[in-house]
């Protein structure tokens, strides 16, 4: 994107695109919630592929219903099949891994320092450069995931490897997200996503033996999940998000996920049994801060 682009994007986006952020936020915490809840009947890799292959059937029917396809490029081809195989696929593997080890809420806040890639990313790659209230709210609402974090699980240190899987995620966002963002110019969101979700379930496809062994041994209620996770975080999420990144630039769409860790705390609260410390809630309220001003124009 070029410098001259930024000032249009800095205007209010419409009404479809602040719905397209909520939808992407409320079910990316929903994210996080049901892996931790399959997480004993599937191993990252299958639930991974499961998941994606959930979202290739649900996204390819509303491709197909819309008709609408554009022939990509040589470049264009790339830079989907990047974003899929490092955003669908490999982050997908980190963060099943992941919340092998650790909690929902510590994951999610651990993930969201993605944000603060995807703007030092688009700021360098993309031109989109570093204004300073996307900095300054970038700032604060990672000084409000950061209380998350330490409010934690009561005060237990984190696993490490799982920490580390979670960083490796932020990263693969990060770098799919930019990726993705210059696709998204001719290419419409639904097909860019679709193609990308293609990509990452082939990605996976090694883990098709561990799946079948998976699904014969999971009960029904851990089988309804990974499809959930398919239809719901990956196929409605990604394509809204596709839809919000053609009206935003990608450093301020960014920031606005950190409101998944407070909402994923909620959601973990009542379904997994995991309650919010007072420090986590005090954390939320900074992160919402910190969005609100990096939204600012």
Request: aromatic letters at 6%.
């Amino acid at each position: 994107m070029s410098v001259s682009a930024a000032p249009a994007e800095r205007v209010r986006p419409p009404l479809t695109v602040l719905v397209a952020v909520v939808i992407t936020v409320v079910a990316w915490a929903s994210a996080f919630v049901a892996i931790r809840a399959v997480h004993a009947h599937f191993g990252a890799g299958p639930l991974a592929l499961g998941r994606l292959a959930a979202g290739t059937v649900a996204l390819t029917v509303a491709l197909l219903a819309t008709r609408r396809w554009v022939r990509p490029t040589a470049r264009e081809w790339a830079l989907v099949i990047g974003c899929g195989v490092v955003w669908f696929g490999f982050y997908n593997v980190a963060l099943n891994a992941a919340e092998q080890r650790l909690d929902a809420g510590t994951s999610a806040m651990l993930v969201n320092v993605g944000p603060i890639l995807i703007a030092i990313l688009a700021g360098a790659l993309l031109g989109e450069g570093f204004p300073r209230s996307l900095l300054t709210g970038a700032g604060v609402a990672f000084a409000g995931v950061l209380l998350i974090g330490f409010a934690g699980r009561g005060g237990t240190a984190a696993d490490p490897l799982g920490v580390a899987l979670c960083l490796l995620s932020a990263a693969a966002w990060a770098i799919g997200v930019t990726l993705q963002k210059p696709v998204l110019r001719r290419l419409p969101a639904l097909q860019v996503t679709q193609m990308a979700c293609v990509a990452g379930m082939i990605t996976t496809l090694p883990f098709a033996g561990g799946l079948i062994d998976d699904l014969r041994s999971a009960p029904a209620g851990s089988i309804a999940g990974v499809l959930y996770l398919g239809v719901v975080p990956t196929a409605l999420a990604f394509g809204t998000w596709a839809y919000a990144l053609t009206h935003m630039n990608a450093g301020r769409l960014g920031v606005t996920t950190y409101l998944v860790p407070p909402l994923t705390i909620l959601l973990a609260w009542p379904i997994l049994s995991e309650t919010p410390h007072l420090l986590a809630i005090a954390g939320g309220a900074v992160a919402l801060l910190g969005v609100a001003l990096a939204r600012r124009s």
